[in-house]
């Protein structure tokens, strides 16, 4: 565009100096060779004439001079108004071209992507995300003519970060001529919908299950008081008789067991009534660990401790918040088996505690087997267990627990490499009494967990994974 405004003058230059300088030329020399001189009027007028035209040349030089500036500043306005639109957005903007390069990048993606936004403008999409990553696939099928999906959810791990639940929704780009020339991704992150989601479905399924459940429960426990009754009066008339006692023992065996059931299906469909109070998580943790750790070092598993030492209290019901994280620290121990391993129990803080974004977190972790792909979307669902002594309700009971208190737990597991189960509570700085919080400086160091004065009892031994 510059280069045609600069050297159009000279073109219109050129055909003035053709249009009126070769005519009086040629007029001038078929004078002299007739032997007649031109006439100075007619000189006069011609070069009048021709400062004319260069004046207006300049003149119309000067006004395209002018227009193409005001046309360079429009274009540049619209260009950082359409960025500022971009910048702006929530959702991330990610524009590649056919072979792959980045050709817009907004903060959001930047950020949800971690990529340096200024650096990557122009390097291809691959280099930065790697060749297997999702979207280096869709450009892939792209290119080449194939249909992608519009709209998919992914979950992008970033380091040293939770997890991102992300959905991803693809537009194709079209030329002048209907063919594909790149791509446009545009990025939600859908984390905290996810969770809320989750909060409402167990809700639902709370609600569903309580109206039916209440009537079952006291049914089913009047029931087992009477047949109670009746196997100890049997055990009794039966003491010494070795084919009729030992049957007794095992019906009054599994009539506890069915009470412990029963026990634990009232905890799960009853609304709760939280007794929120201060609680410093370093204690509540030891005080949970230490019926464990005599019984699962007798099977060669060390149990471990570890709380950050700037960590805040936290406000929560001591006695539920207990029972959650018994039935974690029961479900890792009993999923090591006999070959042992290391059960960790962890405090920890995640962002500013003191905005919206921060949180307090306690995870449990197993070297055990981990758990199969298969079953993963399951294991909340109440009455699911894959233990032959199992109720089903234990991770049912941790993830109900933790809606009570506004947070939530999260699953982290691979084969042969362990489980972490963590629970998360939302920091809130100011906003102590509604997200049950408050700041409490230098707390316990990281620490191992010694041996108690008892192992689990009966009771504590049931629960599911």
């Not at 109070?277 to 070092?297: K, Q, T, W």
């Not at 941790?398 to 939302?426: R, W």
Request: hydrophobic letters at 45%; proline letters at 5%.
């Amino acid at each position: 565009m510059k280069s045609l405004v600069a050297v159009l003058p000279l073109l219109l230059l050129s055909g003035v100096f053709l249009l009126f300088f070769l005519p009086w030329a040629a007029a001038r020399f078929a004078r002299v060779f007739r032997g007649k001189a031109p006439r100075p009027d007619e000189t006069a007028l011609l070069l009048d004439t021709v400062q004319g035209m260069l004046t207006g040349i300049r003149a119309s030089e000067s006004d395209l001079r002018d227009l193409y500036s005001r046309a360079e500043r429009r274009a540049s306005f619209l260009e950082r108004y359409h960025q500022g639109i971009l910048e702006s957005l929530k959702t991330g903007v990610v524009a590649c071209n056919r072979r792959g390069e980045i050709v817009s990048l907004n903060r959001a993606a930047a950020d949800i992507l971690r990529i340096p936004a200024p650096k990557a403008r122009g390097r291809p999409l691959d280099g930065l995300l790697g060749p297997g990553h999702l979207f280096t696939r869709m450009l892939g099928a792209v290119a080449r003519g194939e249909p992608v999906e519009d709209r998919v959810e992914l979950e992008v791990r970033r380091k040293g970060e939770e997890p991102l639940s992300v959905e991803l929704r693809t537009s194709i780009l079209y030329g002048k001529s209907g063919q594909a020339v790149g791509a446009t991704f545009l990025l939600d992150d859908v984390t905290e919908r996810k969770i809320l989601r989750r909060r409402i479905a167990l809700k639902e399924r709370l609600a569903a299950m309580g109206e039916i459940s209440a009537g079952i429960a006291h049914e089913f426990r009047n029931a087992l008081h009477s047949l109670g009754g009746l196997a100890k009066l049997i055990a009794r008339r039966a003491e010494g008789d070795e084919r009729v006692e030992p049957l007794a023992r095992e019906i009054l065996n599994e009539l506890s067991r069915m009470e412990r059931i029963l026990h634990e299906l009232r905890l799960f469909v009853k609304p709760q009534d939280l007794l929120i109070e201060p609680i410093v998580p370093a204690e509540l943790i030891r005080s949970v660990l230490v019926p464990f750790v005599e019984d699962a070092a007798g099977r060669g598993i060390r149990v471990r401790m570890a709380a950050a030492s700037d960590l805040p209290e936290i406000r929560a019901d001591r006695a539920l918040l207990a029972q959650a994280l018994r039935n974690l620290v029961r479900n890792a121990v009993q999923a090591m088996g006999p070959r042992g391993g290391v059960v960790t129990v962890r405090a920890s803080a995640r962002g500013a505690l003191d905005g919206s974004s921060g949180q307090v977190a306690i995870s449990v972790a197993d070297t055990g087997p981990g758990i199969p792909e298969e079953i993963r979307a399951r294991i909340f669902t109440p009455f699911f267990t894959t233990k032959p002594e199992g109720t089903g309700l234990g991770l049912a009971l941790v993830e109900k627990a933790m809606a009570a208190h506004g947070g939530s737990v999260d699953l982290e597991t691979a084969l042969l490499h362990g489980t972490t189960f963590t629970l998360s509570f939302p920091a809130g700085g100011r906003e102590t009494a509604k997200t049950g919080l408050s700041a409490r400086p230098d707390r316990a160091s990281p620490i191992e967990a010694r041996v108690g004065a008892r192992g689990p009892s009966d009771e504590e031994q049931e629960g599911t994974r």
